[in-house]
């Protein structure tokens, strides 16, 4: 089989699923993984070039059942998306170990994971990482402690991965979303904070999943192919315009 392989990971819904539509119209054969198994069933239906995977990306031995299957069903591997991740937001002093530790299971553990798996056949492909962080791990803001943590974890291991595997020919980047359109934002942001986004974000509006995956797509092709180790931000300019938003400060 000579088509290419991307596996992406959260990718029942949101920017995973977008990003995953976007391979495929670019000729791509999916691997689409999520935890959530009623949810990737919904969106994988009907997508006959994917194969689904209802499985954990912070349990190491999911991870090595991931690339397993992955090797079995379609022999190769050129871009993996480490996009799956906990949003998860509260206070310094709500944050107890555990809550801190679900965040970085996912968001953190989840990425080393699956980039160490992933190794073996994107050297055999000379394929490229993207993995998913956030505008929350370039700048502060409060209730973030410990997904803006993580996020910022990530951005550095992206470094480490392109300093490491760049002589077998695999490119590892970053890219950094700000405030998206998701269901999930819409359903949480009131009015007041879309307000206060957009007057902080130099496009003066969210941006789309389609628009995150356009960039990460991009950077798995041929067209970035001396791209790597870098971090772009896909947020409107909103890291250039300061810290924080009055309506997500407590009190």
Avoid at 33 to 60: Q, T, Y
Avoid at 73 to 85: S, T
Avoid at 97 to 120: H, I, Y
């Amino acid at each position: 089989m000579t088509e290419k392989v991307a596996l992406v990971t959260g990718a029942a819904r949101g920017i995973g699923l977008a990003t995953t539509k976007l391979f495929i119209e670019e000729g791509y054969r999916v691997v689409m993984v999520d935890r959530d198994g009623d949810e990737l069933a919904a969106a994988s239906k009907g997508i006959n070039s994917a194969l689904p995977l209802n499985l954990d990306i912070s349990a190491p031995e999911q991870v090595d059942e991931m690339i397993e299957r992955t090797q079995a069903h379609f022999g190769r591997l050129d871009a993996l998306v480490n996009n799956a991740g906990v949003a998860d937001f509260g206070p310094i002093e709500g944050t107890d170990f555990k809550r801190w530790r679900t965040v970085m299971e996912t968001n953190l553990d989840g990425v080393f994971l699956c980039s160490q798996a992933a190794t073996p056949l994107l050297k055999q492909s000379k394929g490229a990482i993207v993995n998913i962080a956030s505008i929350s791990g370039l700048r502060a803001s409060t209730l973030r402690v410990a997904y803006g943590t993580s996020k910022a974890a990530v951005i550095h291991l992206t470094e480490q991965l392109a300093a490491e595997l760049g002589e077998y020919g695999i490119r590892a980047n970053c890219v950094a979303p700000g405030p998206v359109r998701t269901k999930l934002a819409m359903a949480v942001h009131t009015q007041d904070i879309i307000d206060a986004y957009h007057d902080a974000i130099p496009l003066n509006r969210y941006g789309s999943e389609d628009e995150i995956a356009n960039v990460i797509v991009f950077l798995c092709s041929p067209k970035a192919s001396y791209v790597t180790g870098q971090l772009i931000s896909v947020d409107g300019g909103f890291e250039s315009t300061g810290i924080g938003l009055p309506s997500l400060r407590s009190g």
